[in-house]
């Protein structure tokens, strides 16, 4: 071999080398590049997936037939014409005359509001307004002090006022229904009686000038017993409203629950023998607002609020002013409830 056969050969060689060392190169390369394909194919499965889950059409229904219900709130412990000076009770409350009556307008406003601007898919039947009782402060005890005027003047001045919300709540709703007990306040005794339990009470008085002011409009409906118990059937849902004054406790660290369910368990085998069943109570009384229908129970607030009795003498938890409204359907009986708030501390001014 010559000189020249082997500079070809070394040349051969060394060309052979780099067109390994470029094709080691070039797998490095393509290796890498499809490590990186891999991961940019998995980030666009993911992107592609998350665009394919859109919400289930369960989280986003098509728009149901309209449904029927009924709607039911409760006035009561208004304790109207009272008077709570902010600066007994460490400036948690006020309430007097002119107060009382911008809750009324915003009770029946609120009742208003939120079926016409919170519940939408359902044509309503009616409304029923439950007067529960306590709608005066009385002239019991030490809360007659600084009443605003004599009950009879009371009962004169806020039978109107009623009478005027329940206009109002007339023309938004075609049917009203308003049923009547008894609260212990508007009692003429000083202690509670048993007989004429329910006519010696003014709150009766009130539920019959009520009717007397509705007899000429086919709207209005009033039921006033001489017993302070009343059913209220809504469709095949049967309430059973009483203010619930006829217990006693509720201040150890069960709360109003004990005392309130003795009450409810006592009613229903007093009402039993009679063929008389009931599905919940709905009462007033304790000032505290307990929505609870899947135990058979509804107690209402108050429209007065917090004042000197639940503060000095029950050291009781401060609670707004506010009272009840429940939604009662044909298939499902109470199916929603709200809490109505009756006060605006700025329009009040206090």
């Known amino acids: 071999m010559t000189l020249a056969d082997d500079a070809v050969a070394i040349e051969a060689a060394r060309a052979t080398n780099r067109i390994r060392q470029e094709r080691d190169t070039a797998r490095a390369q393509v290796a890498s590049l499809s490590d990186e394909l891999g991961r940019l194919q998995q980030i666009v499965g993911i992107h592609e997936a998350a665009s394919a889950a859109a919400p289930p059409k369960w989280l986003v229904p098509a728009r149901a037939k309209k449904h029927h219900a ?7 412990d208004c304790h109207f014409d009272e008077v709570v000076r902010p600066g007994e009770i460490g400036g948690l409350n006020a309430y007097n005359r002119a107060i009382g009556e911008l809750r009324l307008r915003r009770w029946a406003d609120r009742v208003v509001a939120i079926t016409r601007d919170y519940v939408a898919g359902v044509d309503f039947d009616g409304l029923v307004v439950m007067l529960g009782g306590d709608i005066f402060s009385g002239a019991l005890h030490d809360l007659a002090e600084t009443n605003e ?3 009879p003047g009371s009962v004169l001045h806020w039978s109107a006022l009623i009478c005027s919300a329940l206009e109002m709540l ?3 709703f075609g049917k009203v229904h308003v049923p009547c007990v008894v609260g212990n306040h508007g009692r003429l005794s000083y202690k509670p009686r048993t007989k ?6 003014f709150d009766w008085l009130l539920g019959h000038l009520v009717a007397r002011h509705f007899a000429g409009d086919k709207r209005v409906t009033v039921t006033v017993t001489d017993d302070p118990d009343c059913f209220v059937p809504v469709y095949d849902t049967v309430h059973l409203l009483t203010h619930g004054d006829q217990t006693k406790g509720g201040g150890g660290i069960g709360g109003i629950w004990p005392p309130i369910m003795r009450m409810a368990a006592k009613k229903q085998q007093r009402y039993a023998p009679a063929g008389k069943p009931f599905d919940l109570v709905v009462c007033g009384h304790w000032h505290q607002l307990v929505m609870a229908p899947e135990q058979g129970l509804i107690v209402n607030g108050s429209l007065k609020g917090y004042d000197e009795f639940a503060a000095h003498i029950m050291n009781a938890r401060p609670e707004r002013p506010q009272q009840a409204l429940w939604l009662v359907t044909p298939e499902h009986g109470v199916t929603a409830s709200f809490p109505v708030i009756c006060a605006d501390r700025g329009v009040e001014g206090w």
């Open 170 to 172: 007339a023309e938004e």
């Open 196 to 201: 004429l339990r329910a006519r010696d009470n």
């Open 149 to 151: 005027d004599t009950l």
């Open 70 to 76: 009924t709607v039911c709130t409760i006035l009561s």
